[in-house]
């Protein structure tokens, strides 16, 4: 997703608590929290409104959002800030952070504990020679393997059909058994669904929301 550069985004996130730059955690992302806690991680996380409700809403849960685009992780920052005021809460089970998710493992361990990665209406990359760019391209979901901790889920939804497609080969190719799978998840009424901003739009449009659950086997 394109974003309009923001000059405030960089001086915002620069006093933001909690917010880490290209950080050097691996390993260590629990101390980043005041409280231990089981842990998520949001990877193309836009202007943060999945992870923003998702933490106001589970408390209980500590949540890393993570981006390669400043501007938007400082439209984020924002978001949080707007989410966590208006529930009369403190943000300390959230995390912005900004990485090349492409090479997540170099950012994450098994360590860390991270019990569950969404994936939340990324670019679909439908040209051949970028597939490999996908967040739930082979590759990609082979370093997943390497941070989640055993028995993990990725959560992924989006609007594109053929990407959908492809990524159901790709997770029965790299080893992830499926939990849950529809190519219409408002007709299905699924429970706690936070809606993004795209989702709204797409659906708006008519556009069925496609989601799968998968995890990974227990070794």
């Not at 670019?123 to 055993?150: S, V």
């Amino acid at each position: 997703m394109r974003i309009r550069r923001k000059k405030w985004a960089r001086p915002e996130l620069e006093v933001c608590p909690y917010y880490y730059e290209d950080p050097e955690l691996k390993g260590k992302w629990e101390t980043v929290f005041p409280v231990k806690r089981t842990t998520y991680l949001e990877v193309g996380c836009g202007k943060g409104i999945f992870a923003a409700k998702h933490a106001v809403m589970y408390p209980d849960v500590n949540i890393i959002a993570a981006d390669i685009k400043a501007d938007m992780l400082g439209v984020a920052r924002r978001t949080v800030e707007k989410e966590f005021e208006a529930a009369g809460r403190e943000h300390d089970n959230i995390v912005l952070t900004r990485m090349n998710v492409s090479h997540i493992s170099e950012h994450f361990d098994i360590s860390d504990n991270i019990e569950r990665i969404y994936i939340n209406f990324c670019n679909p990359w439908n040209r051949g020679k970028h597939n490999k760019r996908r967040l739930t391209h082979p590759r990609q979901l082979e370093q997943y393997k390497q941070i989640l901790r055993p028995g993990g889920e990725i959560r992924f939804k989006t609007d594109d059909d053929i990407l959908f497609e492809d990524s159901l080969e790709y997770f029965a190719e790299t080893g992830f058994r499926t939990l849950y799978l529809t190519r219409d998840l408002h007709a299905e009424n699924f429970p706690d669904n936070i809606m993004t901003e795209h989702e709204k739009m797409f659906s708006d449009e008519g556009i069925k929301i496609k989601y799968i659950a998968v995890s990974q086997e227990m070794k």
